[in-house]
Structure formats: structure tokens, C-alpha cells
């Protein structure tokens, strides 16, 4: 049963993230999708929060 343990992780870290980025639309004034957007596009991109892999901003 060592798969129930991970679910719950899983779970609990997936509500965490939703958490942090709900706190970060309501301080941006924009909804959530608009932050979960975003940070998608970052990550395509090989950015996030604007600094790129090699550490400079992009």
C-alpha cells in the first residue's frame, strides 16, 4: 500500500501549488488562470519568474 502515501503527497503538494498561485493572482489584481497562464509560458520558454537558465534575465 505505498502507493497511498504518494497519492496523498501528490495531492497535498498539488493544493499547495494552487494556493501560492491564487495568492499571487489576488496580489497582481488578475485572475488565476492568468498566473497559471503565465507561468506556463515561462516554462516553455525556458524562464521562470524572468530569469532564464543561464541566470540572466531574458
Not at 7 to 27: D, I, M, P, T, Y
Request: hydrophobic share 45%.
Amino acid at each position: 500500500m505505498a502507493v497511498l502515501p504518494v497519492l496523498f503527497h501528490l495531492l497535498w503538494s498539488h493544493e499547495l501549488v494552487v494556493e501560492r498561485a491564487q495568492a499571487k493572482a489576488e496580489e497582481l489584481g488578475v485572475s488565476l488562470r492568468t498566473v497559471q497562464s503565465r507561468r506556463s509560458r515561462y516554462a516553455r520558454q525556458g524562464l521562470w519568474g524572468g530569469w532564464s537558465i543561464s541566470g540572466r534575465c531574458g
